[in-house]
């Protein structure tokens, strides 16, 4: 028996059900996330409707598409790296909130 669901705008389409509530209720246990039960009914369409767009991608024809990282042409923004001045120990502490020495002091995070 083929199970269909309706999906809200922007499908517009019935979807066949690829996944069922068990498969999500077995990975959301390896996991070890907790879905409410009032919860997996929706993750089920969810995850149906994201297979069935992949599906959509795969009809596709990309032969003459070069492989890209990104959509669009990034460039790098970070700045050339220049030697200049930097902070006096005392400025650079001057907003701590303890200091020691000319460090930093934090909480003790890791016991020994």
């Known amino acids: 028996m083929e199970v269909r669901i309706l999906l809200p705008e922007p499908f517009f389409t019935e979807v066949p059900v690829k996944i069922t509530a068990h498969d999500v209720v077995h990975v959301a246990r390896l996991a070890r996330l907790h879905i409410p039960d009032k919860e997996i009914e929706a993750m089920t369409g969810q995850l149906n409707a994201i297979l069935e767009y992949f599906e959509t991608l ?41 200091t020691e020495q000319s460090y930093f002091k934090v909480p003790k995070i890791i016991e020994t």
Do not use: G, K
């Not at 070069?66 to 200049?84: G, I, M």
């Open 58 to 98: 795969q009809e596709i024809n990309t032969t003459d598409i070069p492989p890209s990282t990104h959509a669009v042409a990034l460039t790098n923004a970070f700045r050339d790296d220049r030697c200049s001045p930097s902070l006096a120990p005392e400025e650079a502490l001057a907003n701590a909130p303890e």
